[in-house]
């Protein structure tokens, strides 16, 4: 669920879903938001839970800190009635989910995320795991949390940046399943960018309830789970071609659902009013970076997509507004200009 | 399945099971196992798959090992519908079973056990996993593996025993859940300890049998599962108290099978004949090993069990022959009798 004032209530609000809360209680969390929110988190609850600390940062999303993790969790007396609250960014969340998913092989999991781009996309879905030197998210496990706490009171502290970045999975949202939150974020762009709580409650409800459907139909990513790839393709290619460091993932995902429409529209699945309009919203929460890159770098980024199975490269393209299809034919040649359009937008960045 | 000659014909029988063998196939097995059975594995397949090496004993069920075997998956190409051998005794079946689980969020895999204990009990069920410091499988995943192959022509150089310690999983299965089985094992004890194929076979196909069947109907462990923990219990303790060094796994259940049956006559669920008749059984696959241990560190050691939840000891405890029930009120004082009845056995070892 998504709210304000959840992190305060957050006990009573985890035992009507779970039940009595159990002996041992563990927060993994990082830090900084444990400096921020911890002594709020923690009044709630008549036993303080367990406190583990990731460091912040990508390169601390490894096996290493898992064992580390699940060493303090069996000294401390863990049990496989034990619960795990992941109250954090995404990396918190997917290294919580994993250490749940595979400590005594699966105890109880919460999701708290504090980024719009954890609430709206990665605590949903049970995706959790950890990064290999040999690629990212390599290691992990399908495991579901028993409830997410969205939190919007947490976001007044998200660089703006990050909030733009974290809205693109909201207009995929939108663009893959939900024709009414498009028209509401073309109409409210205003409020929500000023983080007005009832605007960013209604866009970030939308989101969860969007990503939470999909997944609930498809748990272990068999079919259509796939569509919630729209604008990733292109997007970890970006990623990757800039080594992980001009573009948030929000960000590149915006650039890769510009490509994904464009070839949405010259295979006639949107009309060009429509490819026009989607295009318009995602500017309308950009601005995206501008970026120079070669469009054979990107295409050929591509190849290495971890979604590729067998060597096929697959797409999601946009279906009018509200519905999304896999295609596994898209040309070379289609894919690169696509990839032009899109690079010719993002060299001079219009938004 | 259980047979004769399945290891060297391997590649058509898990693709009869999982259909097209995928590009990349890795087996996951132990330096020894692969001298003496590589050659005969590999000829069954088109394109050698990918061997994996686990160094041989307990202390190298770790994470570490797990992560070093996860990077060489993904640097040898590993995706999302490679599939995963795990060929080998206990620990590589356990270590293969978790790779697969986490390896890109799970990927499909095929048990190929080579001991008779990982055969008739360890393979099957899902259970995977490592050691932490801390405590033996206290991290992993349960993740069903698409067949098991249990091939008795691999047992033909297992020690004297191993096999008889293996056995005492077929007794358990028996005493659990099939009368016709402790009939067999009464009747045939001289040639299955020969380990005449067709007897052997008739075992260990049985076993396998109880256990997928219990698991099937309680695949995470809610209930129904528990019966497999038959004599281990007071197994588990026997094994902590002798720090792990006297007693195979397969002993340590055979003298807690003794013990749970002395509790299930004192408190009326199974005859006084039916009693003798068990233990008789137990001992014609012995011999069990002389234990010296005071009743009172055995009763202690049974409070750190894994699988008590909130404090609470669990004892599975045998109904007449064929049937078992799960106790939860086995007073301290009772245990203690049930523990000075068998180490009474222990300490001159009858069999």
């Known amino acids: 669920m998504a709210g304000s004032g959840l992190i305060e209530t957050l006990a009573p609000r985890i035992e009507r879903v779970v039940g009595k809360l159990p002996r041992r209680v563990f927060v993994l969390t990082s830090a900084p938001i444990w400096a921020l929110w911890g002594h709020c988190m923690q009044q709630s609850f008549r036993d303080a839970p367990v406190a583990l600390f990731l ?9 290493a800190s898992v064992e580390k993790l699940l060493r303090q969790m069996a000294v401390a007396g863990g049990d496989r009635g034990s619960l795990l609250i992941a109250f954090g960014g995404g990396i918190v969340g997917d290294v919580g989910g994993f250490l749940a998913a595979i400590y005594m092989r699966g105890i109880r999991y919460i999701q708290v995320p504090t980024t719009l781009l954890a609430q709206v996309d990665s ?30 009171g947490a976001l007044g502290t998200l660089p703006e940046r990050e909030l733009r970045a974290g809205l693109m999975e909201s207009v995929k ?41 999909v997944v609930h139909k498809d748990e ?92 096929v490269r697959r797409f999601v393209l946009p279906v009018g507004i ?20 899109m690079l010719a937008q993002a060299s001079e960045s219009k938004s």
Chains 1, 2 share one sequence.
């Open 55 to 63: 460091e912040p940062g990508e390169r601390h999303k490894t096996l």
């Open 123 to 152: 605590s949903v879905g049970g995706k959790t795991g950890v990064n290999l030197p040999e690629g990212k998210n390599l290691v992990g496990s399908f495991h579901h949390p028993r409830a997410v706490f969205a939190d919007i």
């Open 173 to 213: 949202a939108g663009i893959l399943r939900d024709r009414a939150l498009v028209r509401y974020m073309e109409a409210h762009a205003a409020e929500v960018l000023a983080r007005e709580p009832r605007a960013l409650e209604r866009v970030i409800a939308a989101s969860i309830r969007m990503k939470a459907e």
């Open 220 to 311: 272990r990513e068999g079919g259509l789970r796939m569509i919630l790839n729209l604008g990733h393709t292109v997007g970890h290619a970006l990623e990757q071609a800039t080594s992980y460091k001009t573009l948030l993932h929000g960000e590149a995902v915006g650039w890769g659902m510009v490509a994904a429409l464009y070839l949405a529209r010259s295979r006639g699945s949107v009309t060009s009013s429509q490819f026009e309009r989607l295009e318009r919203l995602i500017h309308l929460y950009g601005p995206l970076p501008v970026l120079k890159l070669r469009a054979a770098k990107v295409v050929a980024a591509t190849g290495a997509d971890k979604k590729n199975v067998g060597g």
């Open 322 to 341: 509200g519905d999304a299809a896999v295609v596994e034919d898209v040309t070379p040649a289609e894919l690169e200009a696509a990839v032009r359009y």
